[in-house]
């Protein structure tokens, strides 16, 4: 039991999340590692949203919004951190949920399926049971794309993705939006839209945003999108990092 006044509460809470995660089965163990490395850069943002992660989120939801086929792309970490929350946001904006493994098995993947269900959403994409295209550019298990979910996208959000798959769905003539702690990835670099914040507060934020861009018209979306550069926004992001004595 973790006490609530512990200076380290709510990071302490995501990791009981993503340790059990692994303990379950649905988490690989270099998930817990790319746990660790998010929360360092956490740390140097302060442990909030800062005003370049939210312009980014504004053009990311008004995107997803203005796109024919979204889809939300989770991984374990994103299940144990926000499942409901992932939920929500696809409800929100109309978003298919697919699942997409690094380290990809029958187990992990079954596993994640059944929490979806469980938690509600009947129609996840990427199952062992779906009809799989495979990238042939990509050479390990995430090559995997759902022929009714990202393979047919035009808009994909992927949390915590890795870069080789961010760069070859770019390639395909996908937007991609991604939500990375660190702005000097290759992730953050390779997208469209790259969020640079933790997933447990962009997700939520994200869900309100969309709430609120619903009943706005294309022409108040496309503003948002077309005013938005994601390269200024990462130099920004990378300016809000401090060190703090």
């Known amino acids: ?10 990071s302490l809470l995501l990791r009981d999340k993503v340790k059990n995660a692994f303990l379950d089965g649905y988490l690989a163990d270099s998930g817990m590692i790319a746990h660790g490395r998010g929360e360092t850069f956490d740390y140097l943002l302060g442990e909030k949203t800062v005003p370049a ?23 374990g970490n994103t299940t144990a951190l926000a499942i409901d929350e992932v939920i ?14 690094f380290y990809r098995t029958e187990e ?19 199952t062992n049971y779906d009809d799989l295209y495979y990238f042939d550019k990509i050479t390990n298990p995430r090559a995997t794309a759902s022929r009714q979910g990202i393979y047919i996208a035009d808009v994909i959000l992927v949390p915590l993705e890795d870069g080789d798959r961010a760069e070859l769905l770019k390639e395909a ?26 997933v447990v ?11 609120e861009y619903k009943n706005k018209d294309e022409d108040f979306l496309l503003k948002i999108v077309n005013d938005f550069n994601n390269g200024e926004n990462l130099k920004d992001s990378l300016d809000s990092f ?4």
């Open 1 to 10: 039991m973790i006490p609530k006044n512990h200076p380290r509460y709510e």
């Open 53 to 75: 992660a939210e312009e980014a989120m504004k053009a990311a939801v008004a995107s997803l919004l203005l796109a024919e086929h979204p889809v939300l792309s989770v991984n």
């Open 88 to 101: 929500e946001l696809a409800k929100s904006t109309d978003s298919r949920i697919e699942i997409n493994l």
């Open 173 to 198: 003539g996908k937007k991609i939006i991604c939500i990375d702690l660190n702005p000097l990835s290759r992730t953050s670099k390779m997208s469209d839209i790259s969020i640079v914040d933790n």
């Open 108 to 126: 992990r993947v079954d596993k994640i399926t059944k929490l979806f269900k469980d938690h509600g959403y009947e129609d996840i994409l990427g």
């Open 242 to 245: 401090k060190i703090k004595e």
């Open 201 to 211: 507060r962009a997700i939520p934020e994200m869900t309100r945003l969309a709430s």
